[in-house]
């Protein structure tokens, strides 16, 4: 069907973005998105894109911009990583609850301090609760068929949310990958033409984007912008599908790896999720029933289905690439184990891994397994919160 | 030009009902520069007095469309609704000729906006940012700007035991948005509606970015009578605290020459915010207050080939 060629992460978003050709970008540059930027300043510098670029002088202004694009009724994006989405930080909520169907690449790194520039999830941990879907990306392949995708969730007349599409800084946006990409007019037709709800620039139906909203009125917005987000569970799971169709590739929530008979697991998103399926079929070659739980969409949080997936798992670690500082694991962990409070208790461990960009090979993986399967045989947790592979 | 009687003609676009202060400039500001618009406009507008008196959901006060941000990006916001008016009408998607224009407070404009602004200045976008000007952050209760003039009694800068109001001399903000080399730039006051509605038809026109610095009074911060918000205004003016100028394609002009340049005491006596400076001993205060409006009246006279 598509073309397979040699691309980094980085590549690859900016080849997608290029083919779906909004009709605003403005971005501000930040290792390790930077590149990202360049490449799309260069399509509209040779006229490949009918893009109009606004090169701001901020990430606040660049989200700002970006609002006022799509406010003005064009599609429009933007792209960041760790401190840009910090600067962005009250305008990333604006976006959601103004309801503008913004794609917004970000390229995970840690967040200062101390200024770090290499990959971890505190960036986009952070704006979980900001009301942006959030759809993480293993390899190159995923963060350019997710960038595709998201465009036709975002702009889906019962969702009308912002997302983020996430991948890891340098070690997929650095990393050269074999992916297979769509032709042009393929993705052109794939996400269609954006016919926004409402625009200011029709002076005959004048808007007004912003407004004061009081006691009287502001819980009901956010009451309707929680629905949005429930809403887009299914319209992500249809878009998936008729993505399927086109390509033979399968998304859903979240991808289980070995995991229906797996009595342990592991729960890690990103491309360490690529670096566990190496552990997993190792041991499984020697024997254990191990196997593991790659989420794709964080936001909105499938619990069920999650639930559902891990309930026969006996023992299981959830890995965060961020600290919730809570003294009570990672992020993801807490909402995982959350999620299982139904399900006949399985035991939930907490590992935050990788921060600042920690190197974590498969000897680091192994290592949370064969934890896990200590548990597994003494029945036991003698460690509910983990860290992996820092001098203690 | 038109008259006074033919403006008065044209629709508001700013109606009545909004809930500003009786006597506030600022609706008088917005609607003196909608006066010269002669095509739709789209607002873009800054956290502020006029945004959260003019849009309580579900009313608006706005008979065009208008979006509130935040408060440091209105700059940044319009830029972007420019950008896609530009690609849009590219492609042939956006049909009417529209106009953009920006406005926002002080605070909004001077200190938490700037870098927003003086990006969206730099790019060129074909927009009109308007600062009212009413020199503090009046919508939380008169706190010191950097537009705060120096000796204003607010209450972040309150004459006190030992300090005499804001200690500082304000920010020439104007100047700066000049040295951004954009195509158009002025300093316009509600007093002279006629230089104003001039100014904002030139600024709307020039094919670019433009920036246009308003006075404002509020009588709450100025401790003015309500009704006295206009005649302040001709006295910031003829005292030459507040000159009216502008600077086209970085040519710097002066629109308006007080026949007889009125001492800053006339400007400063009917506001209680300077009331403390009348004291024996601030008289210093005073006087310096003088020697800086003649330092920066003589240095505009110099630039505009009058001195």
Redesign the interface.
């Known amino acids: 069907m598509g073309e397979k060629k040699a691309l980094t992460g980085n590549e690859a978003v900016a080849l997608a973005m290029k083919q779906i050709e909004p009709?605003?970008v403005?971005a501000y540059p930040i290792t390790p998105q930077t590149d990202i930027v360049q490449y799309y300043s260069s399509y509209v510098a040779d006229g490949k894109v009918?893009?109009?670029m606004?090169?701001?002088?901020?990430e606040?202004?660049a989200m700002?911009?970006?609002?006022?694009?799509?406010?003005?009724?064009?599609r429009?994006m933007t792209a960041t990583s760790s401190q840009g989405l910090a600067l962005m930080w009250?305008?990333v909520y604006?976006t959601s609850s103004a309801r503008l169907p913004i794609v917004m690449p970000v390229v995970n790194r840690a967040l200062s301090g101390p200024i770090n520039i290499h990959c971890d999830h505190s960036d986009t941990m952070g704006a979980r609760d900001s009301g942006w879907i959030q759809i993480y990306s293993e390899s190159v392949q995923e963060a350019y068929d997710n960038m595709i995708q998201a465009v036709r969730i975002a702009e889906h007349p019962d969702v009308q949310l912002p997302v983020m599409v996430c991948q890891d800084g340098f070690i997929t946006s650095h990393g050269l990958e074999n992916a297979e990409i769509l032709d042009d007019a393929t993705v052109k037709t794939f996400v269609g033409e954006y016919k926004p709800r409402f625009?200011?620039?029709?002076?005959d139906k004048?808007?007004?984007?912003?407004?004061?909203?009081?006691q009287n009125?502001y819980f009901e917005h956010k009451r309707a912008q929680a629905e949005a987000m429930k809403r887009s569970g299914k319209v992500i799971l249809d878009v998936a599908r008729e993505y399927k169709k086109l390509t033979g590739r399968e998304y859903g929530y979240f991808e289980k790896y070995r995991l229906d008979d797996a009595e342990v697991a592991v729960v890690a998103i990103n491309s360490t999720a690529g670096t566990a399926k190496v552990v997993v079929d190792e041991l499984r070659q020697a024997g254990s029933k191990v196997g593991l739980l790659k989420p794709r969409v964080f936001r909105p949080f499938p619990y069920k289905e999650i639930a559902d997936a891990l309930k026969h798992v006996k023992v299981i670690a959830v890995m965060d690439r961020a600290d919730s500082f809570n003294a009570f694991g990672g992020p993801v962990f807490n909402e995982i184990r959350s999620a299982m409070y139904e399900c006949p208790a399985p035991k939930v461990i907490s590992y935050i891994y990788g921060l600042g960009g920690r190197d974590v090979g498969t000897a680091d993986v192994t290592k949370v397994y064969d934890h896990l399967l200590a548990i597994n045989k003494t029945g036991k947790v003698d460690s509910l919160l983990n860290y992996l592979g820092v001098r203690e | 030009m038109a008259t006074l009687k033919e403006l008065a003609k044209k629709p508001e676009i700013l109606s009545p009902g909004h809930r500003l202060c009786a006597g506030c400039m600022a609706p008088t500001v917005v609607r003196q520069i909608l006066k010269a618009a002669d095509t739709p406009v789209v607002i873009g507008n800054a956290t502020g007095c006029l945004e959260v008196s003019t849009t309580i959901f579900p009313q608006t006060a706005w008979r065009c469309s208008w979006i509130h941000n935040a408060f440091e990006n209105a700059a940044a916001t319009l830029s972007g609704v420019e950008a896609a008016y530009k690609s849009l009408k590219k492609q042939g998607k956006v049909k009417d000729d529209i106009r953009f224009i920006a406005f926002g407070g002080d605070g909004g404009t001077y200190d938490i906006g700037l870098q927003s602004l003086s990006g969206a200045m730099e790019r060129g976008h074909h927009m009109l940012y308007v600062c009212y000007d009413n020199g503090a952050y009046m919508n939380t209760g008169i706190q010191r700007s950097s537009a705060t003039p120096r000796g204003a009694d607010t209450t972040t800068s309150p004459a006190g035991e030992v300090v005499q109001g804001k200690p500082m001399n304000r920010k020439d903000l104007t100047a700066i948005m000049a040295a951004h080399n954009i195509p158009y730039v002025a300093q316009v006051s509600p007093s002279h509606w006629n230089d104003l509605v001039t100014k904002v038809k030139k600024a709307l026109d020039c094919g670019g970015a433009a920036f246009i610095n308003a006075l404002a009074p509020c009588h709450r911060g100025w401790r003015i009578p309500i009704d006295e918000g206009v005649e302040i205004s001709r006295l910031a003016v003829d005292t030459c605290y507040w000159p009216l100028f502008e600077v086209v394609d970085g040519e710097w002009k002066l629109t308006y020459k007080p026949k007889e340049k009125k001492p800053l005491v006339e400007f400063l006596k009917p506001q209680g915010r300077f009331k403390h400076l009348f004291k024996p001993e601030n008289e210093h205060i005073l006087k310096e207050m003088q020697e800086t409006v003649d330092r920066n009246w003589q240095a505009l006279l110099k630039r505009c080939g009058e001195a």
Not at chain 1, 64 to 74: D, L
Not at chain 1, 199 to 203: M, V
Not at chain 1, 206 to 214: C, I
């Open positions: 009709d605003v403005a009918k893009t109009e606004v090169t701001v002088e901020s606040h202004s700002s911009a970006t609002v006022g694009a799509a406010a003005g009724g064009a429009s009250e305008i604006i625009t200011l620039l029709d002076p004048p808007v007004t984007f912003g407004a004061l909203d009081l009125y």
